[in-house]
């Protein structure tokens, strides 16, 4: 890795910094007595040097011109926080012991998303760890953190990190992570992180005083310049991209990235940042084990998602499917505020669309967007793309946190669930939604002076649009970011499971997740297209079957309204999944109750079929 300081097979230590503003640049060291030792210049503005007097736990920080005093922008460890001195860390120290590990195909990915402060009452990596066993039980194939790269303050989502090299030391030890990732693959799970590409937080961000070529006011975003992807000296600050995601996969052995936000990226380089990062990641590890990259781009990309080949090579495995989200989330709560608007309109229709080609807007008209949106997805795989009922933002980003069942009836909730968990596309669960969890997840952050104060009203007046909000002293009512109060509230609470309706719920999802296992994903790959048998609007019934190319079918019949309906005749097979015991006895055929769906195989060897159908 070019950037920052590396343990060098003679015990030295090599010290390097890009700072193309500065003439000068100083490594000091802080363990017991300050000394400050000069770095060598070198070309195209890098700072050097190799020496002794340092060695692994040294705790260091760079001085610009005599001044001001920065932690190191690839830092691999702050144990004082983002203000605080960078730590030397050698990485060939830990003893991993699962070299055996290569990962599994991404069609086996069952999802879970978690923020590590608040998925435990611990808050940390070992925390994540004691929970292991539980994940793998539910059915769970893969683990997704939320951002951890070090943030200020003691609390934060992630997505305000700054020294993007760094695990957060609120979390742990670097040593503490790649034990949760050694362990959690010793279960056979992956690990995926969440990684911020698109701006850096507003605090503790020091590169505009020794390296302003990072930022490109060409380029403006939410958070002010863009990232410097493609102007002057922008080879620099793509190859510090590059290395963080090659350095999250091989030092901690992740098993794949999700990419934040990345229709916040602008880059008008050709091949762009997005298409050489993923490029660099598959000739670098391609053959050794299985990598994932997921993309959240609301500009609907499905050219970052193509497959080429008998093999099916590709630069992203997949994206997070907001628009099946936003289209399930109106038909369980009628909700119409927001980009919710542009599905209140033909849910059904958008949802069949959805489970049938991908996206829902594939170059259509976005009213919400003022634009069109989307590019023709109907040619990727189910497996391109990922479903969920909640995660981080569906959730979080509401004025109270309010999770699915908070807003929507348990039985609307329940239909919904039997889809996504056993449709094609790989699913994803957001933390304690599987049994049911009454905590809310709700937007905190660490800031203090102005910068909080400025972070809670922005935060308040985010809602001012919203009809409930529109009063000074309704807004007034949301949580403060920065009060610990909130995050606190944030924290999962596991004594929920001791709870029958919550255990009950639990017991649904690891019913669903192990019909997922032993039936769908090993048609995933098998599928060759689809095809909507009958999709209506007015009576919200829809059946649709997903075609095999050896001839097997997968078939969904699904009732999303408030009366019985006799559907016309569809999916045949046998039944793998029906929502409850009245389909399969006490109706004819072809009748299905409220909120009810029924899932079916045709055409596919299964011994025992009760075996697998569910109420």
């Given at each position: ?227 410097n992807f493609d102007g002057p000296d922008s080879r620099v600050v793509r190859d510090f991209f590059i290395h963080n995601a090659l350095y999250w996969l091989e030092e901690y052995r992740f ?272 599928i060759s297209g689809a095809r909507v048998q009958f999709c209506d609007e007015e009576s919200r019934a829809f059946a649709i079957e997903w075609l095999c190319h050896d001839g097997s079918r ?62």
């Amino acid at each position: 890795m070019p950037f920052g300081a590396a343990v060098c097979q003679d015990g030295s230590i090599r010290f390097r910094l890009w700072a193309p503003k500065a003439g000068r640049v100083d490594v000091c060291f802080e363990n017991g007595r300050i000394q400050n030792l000069p770095l060598i210049s070198l070309e195209g503005g890098w700072f050097e040097l190799t020496t002794l007097e340092a060695s692994v736990g040294t705790q260091y920080r760079f001085q610009i011109d005599g001044g001001i005093k920065v932690p190191d922008p690839a830092s691999r460890f702050q144990p004082q926080d983002v203000q605080g001195p960078s730590e030397v860390v050698d990485p060939g120290v830990f003893d991993w012991q699962d070299r055996q590990w290569v990962g599994r195909p991404w069609e086996e990915a069952i999802l879970y998303e978690l923020h590590v402060g608040t998925f435990t009452p611990e808050g940390s990596f070992r925390g994540v760890e004691e929970k292991l066993d539980y994940l793998r039980d539910l059915g769970i194939t893969a683990i997704e953190l939320m951002p951890i790269a070090d943030f200020p303050g003691a609390r934060n989502w992630g997505y305000d990190g700054v020294l993007l090299y760094a695990p957060d030391s609120s979390y742990g030890r670097p040593e503490d992570l790649k034990q949760l990732i050694q362990s959690a693959h010793k279960k056979g799970l992956m690990v995926f992180l969440d990684v911020v590409y698109n701006h850096f937080g507003p605090e503790g961000n020091y590169l505009h005083e020794y390296a302003p070529q990072f930022f490109s006011s060409r380029h403006q975003t939410a958070w002010g310049d863009g990232i410097n992807f493609d102007g002057p000296d922008s080879r620099v600050v793509r190859d510090f991209f590059i290395h963080n995601a090659l350095y999250w996969l091989e030092e901690y052995r992740f098993d794949g990235l999700r990419l934040d936000a990345v229709h916040a990226i602008a880059d008008d380089s050709i091949p762009d940042i997005l298409t050489e990062l993923a490029q660099t990641i598959r000739l670098r590890l391609g053959n050794e084990r299985f990598v994932h990259l997921i993309l959240e781009n609301e500009r609907n990309g499905a050219r970052y998602l193509r497959r080429e080949g008998k093999n099916g090579k590709r630069l992203y495995d997949a994206q997070w499917n907001d628009d099946l989200h936003h289209a399930v989330h109106v038909l369980l709560t009628r909700e119409s505020d927001g980009y919710y608007s542009d599905y209140v309109r033909q849910p059904i229709t958008r949802l069949c669309r959805c489970l049938k080609e991908g996206f829902a807007y594939q170059g259509e008209y976005s009213e919400y967007h003022g634009a069109n949106r989307g590019e023709p997805s109907a040619e990727l795989p189910p497996s391109a793309f990922v479903s969920f009922l909640q995660n981080h933002d569906q959730v979080g980003n509401r004025a109270f946190g309010e999770r699915i069942l908070q807003l929507a009836p348990l039985q609307k909730v329940r239909a919904a669930m039997e889809i996504l968990l056993l449709a094609p596309s790989p699913p994803m669960l957001f933390m304690g939604e599987e049994f049911a969890a009454t905590t809310p997840f709700l937007y905190f952050c660490d800031f203090h002076g102005e910068l909080a104060r400025a972070v809670r009203e922005g935060r308040r007046n985010e809602f001012a649009r919203f009809a409930k909000f529109n009063s000074l002293e309704t807004r007034d009512q949301i949580p403060d970011p920065n009060a610990e109060q909130t995050f606190l509230q944030s924290k999962l609470d596991w004594e929920n499971l001791q709870r029958e309706r919550h255990s009950r719920w639990l017991t649904r999802y690891q019913q669903l997740l192990s019909i997922r296992q032993r039936l769908i994903i090993p048609l995933i790959k098998r599928i060759s297209g689809a095809r909507v048998q009958f999709c209506d609007e007015e009576s919200r019934a829809f059946a649709i079957e997903w075609l095999c190319h050896d001839g097997s079918r997968l078939g969904l019949c699904a009732n999303l309204s408030d009366q019985t309906l006799m559907l016309p005749p569809s999916c045949s097979g046998v039944a793998i999944y029906r929502s409850s015991p009245e389909i399969a006895t006490g109706f004819p055929s072809g009748v299905l109750p409220p909120w009810s769906v029924s899932w079916s195989l045709a055409g596919w060897p299964i011994t025992d079929p009760q075996h697998f159908v569910s109420y």
